[in-house]
């Protein structure tokens, strides 16, 4: 970070607006600032660290005591800082929370603290360039400046400024303090990162160990044993047991088996006898199959013959049909040709009359001739015709154009007038607009405290109503834990009671009480009711009931409490908003929104006039130009139009000598189109009719001649098939004669298609098959029963059945035992696993939790991860400062890094120590006079600086402020600290020093001067 310029306001001892610009000190400056004992030099560093984080250098005060109290009441306390980031620059304007004049009235009102911050574009540092990044909230501001600069402000303090009194904190700064601000500067959070995450990993591991174990124990109480152990003597015990079980069933086995055997025996020989009788019905039913069959071998045989005569009787019905259809083509041949012979006169007709009319053709050729010629002429008129339409348009078009002109500028300059009374009317409306904005921001600071207030009335009515529910619930809490304290002490009563008069009854003369220890029992207890004992039971009951309602009793109590603390918060605060807004706490909120709306709805009002007065001014310049480029325009415009004219009457010339050569019926494209397309249609026409009667007259002749040769065709064709017909028939009469059949009737009905005929000897086939297979069977099966009897079904189902039962009985019985023997076997292979994987958890924790336990600083030394690596970065920053400490101590101390861990759980590794080259020892740095602090305060700051910047990422230290120190060194000293940082200027960085050491003032630095005067101080930069 580096400051390019401060602007303050009221602030310290600055009572007006001064503004101080770094970047004129030069490019890397080293500059003293200079003034008298309370002029405001720490002041300047003040601003600086308030304009970034919203606290002054020292914290000893707050930002709203920096408030000038020599400023003029209506001058508000701000400070504004420009600086750059890298290649960025950044703006950040801050306020402190002060009292101001009210606008209205007398008096004061509280102004909030506020703060922006803008990102600029490089072009400018005016308040409205640039990225606006945070409008008002000062949290956010912090917060985003914290986050650009990577520091807070307590390590901005610590790093970059060197406050009075304040240089020798980062110096005697402890481990913990340490390793805080250098975590932040050298971005070592991956490390605390990688801390926790194997810490995380470790307890992970650690809690899914224990769950392991839960699970063990889990599995255990499964299946009711009390440790591994009964695992394996159970399944030894079991196995005697289990072996005998298993061959009494298997012996019921085997005797349910031969019962099923003999079972299915005799179900399969009562089947053979079913099969038998069913056989023998089969029989019956195809004997009476046997007519039907005999008729359909007697149709098998007619159709047979049938299909012998079918040739002769085919060629016989062709010959026919083939006749018939010859007939009827000649009949209709006969017809075409008839009417071929009139078409073919009608075309020869028709092409002679065509003929005739072709004889126009010439004439209208010679007539189209004749107007071509008028075509030149008429181009030539229409050209100039164009012409003249062309300078009519152009005539127009400048007159047009003239009096747009004309009518344009007498606009102008009316307009012209009018804006300018409107900017003077607006300019005179928006003289008030800086105060409406003011206005507007109190009022709305006014408005978001009083919300803030009604809500806190409106919390601290629903505190009252919750904390009355607590104390009733406290209350009846309380009733309900006395009612069961004493129900508990009421039931031990009279448990002790009964126990007494239980022991009483087995009390014998002469025999000692176990209790009391005498043999005389002059009053022993008297036995209560059976209904009136108490049981031990009852009073753990009673007691859990107690312990139950104390417990609600407390958190009853806590939660009445609680309810209590918030009300009192919420008073509290509701208070201070209270004192802090004065009057407007009674002021009520709708009228405070509504002040607010109006000032809002008149600044908008504002806001839009002032973008209308921009607008106006914009178009009053503009047409200003406008007006002057117009007088210009008319001139040429002018001109233009007498030019215009000129040439419209010259077209017009032109064109009446060009119609006095030309026809009137042809003085026009269209007319002339016309009747060159009249011609050439008839001419077309006369051709073309021509060209069709030809083509027709020759399609007539040709089609008569093919109607003429196919009827001649046919007529010989009908003689051959009538000689054909006749064979045929005499062949089939001759057939049919020589057969069985009466006649042809007799033949058609013997006729079947081949379907029919396969269907039918399958049929006969198919019956002749299955009496020869049904009269085998009957055979077979009467020769295999000859000797066989009826075998008893049901005494051979229940032999089965009292098998089966005994089986059952047996088969339950090992089951039960196999399958504890299973549950057993199955504990033991969970069991075996769980191990297995508890070696695998208490493998990964040998890796994870020893790494946890090293980077987490919980082993040797007690240093972890990321201190470690702190600790080698620290040594690298006290190589540097060693180096500068060495020069600016005469080659006396250097800065290390204390080896010994801290006593206790204290944090350690990166404490310092200084070696002292005089005694050649070690010592604590808090053991260095107030100059040697200094000194090596100053070369840590300077070392850390440089270590900083040398690691890619790191953050940017490229500005150093020292205050005061340096009138605690000798002259010797002091000359090395400068040499020091004038090296350190050359490396680029800005350091500004704060002293009042006159040797200082004689090196002739470039100065920021603070002059004083009378309680009011003022800045001056003085370069060389």
Known sequence: MKPLSLELQAF?????????????????????????????????????CFALYGTTTGNEREPAQMRCDQADPDCLTEVTLRFALGERVYRVRRMPTQERPKARGEGTTTAQAQAQLWEEDGSGADAGEGKLLVSRSVNDATQMIRDLIGLDADQFRQVMVL???????????????????FGQLFQTRIYRRIEEALKAEAGDIRREVEAHQERLRGILAGADLADEAAVTQELAALAPALAEAASARDAAEQARSAAASARDRGQALQARFDSLAEQRRQLEGLAAEDAQVREQEAQLARAGAAQALQPDFERFRQAGAQLAECLTALESAEREAAQALEADSAARQRLEQVQQAHAEVEGLKREQHNLNQHRGQLEQLGAARREV?????????????LAQTRQRQQALSEAQARRETELAELDRTLADFPEQQLQLHQLEQHLSQRRELETLREGYRALQQALKQAEEAQRRAAEAEAGARREARTLELRWHSGQAALLAQALAVGEPCPVCGSTEHPAPATRTRAEDLVTTEQVEAAREREAAQRARAEAARVALEKAQRALAENREQGQKLSDAIGALKDQPLAEVQRARDEQARAVTAQQTRREQRTRLAAELERQRGELTTLGAKLSQQEAAAQADQARLINARARVSQLEEQLPEAYRTTAALDRALGERQQRIEGLEKALAEARLQAEQARSVRDRAQERRDALAGQREQLQIQREGAKQQWQSALAASDFADEADFTRARLDNEIQARLREAVRAHHSRVDQSQGAVAALEKELAEQAAPDLDG?????????????????????QDQRRRQLADVQEKLQRAHQEQAALEARYRIYGTLSEVANGQ???????????LSVLLDDVLIQASQRLYRMSKGRYQLVRKQERAKGHKASGLELEVEDGYTGKSRPVATLSGGESFMAALSLALGLSDVVQSYAGGIKLDTLFIDEGFGSLDP????????????????????????????LKELGWNRIDVDASRGRSTLRVKTL
């Open 389 to 401: 339409a062309a300078a009519e348009r152009e005539a127009a078009a400048s007159d047009s154009a």
């Open 796 to 816: 051979l189902a229940a032999a089965l059945r009292a098998a089966e039962q005994a089986y059952r009985e047996a088969d339950e019985a090992w089951r039960g």
């Open 12 to 48: 310290g001892p600055f009572p007006k607006t001064e503004q101080l610009d770094f970047t004129a000190l030069g490019q890397n400056p080293l500059f003293l600032i200079n003034g008298p004992t309370g002029a405001g030099k720490s002041s300047l560093l003040d601003a600086i």
């Open 859 to 869: 082993t040797g030394d007690k240093i972890s991860l990321q201190r470690f690596v």
């Open 972 to 999: 010797e000293s002091l000359d090395l600290a400068v040499r020091t940082l004038i090296d350190l200027q050359a490396s680029g960085r800005m350091i500004g020093i704060i002293s009042h050491v006159s040797e």
């Open 163 to 181: 406050p009075q009194g304040k240089f020798r904190e980062l110096l005697m700064a402890d481990s913990r303090e340490r390793e805080r601000i």
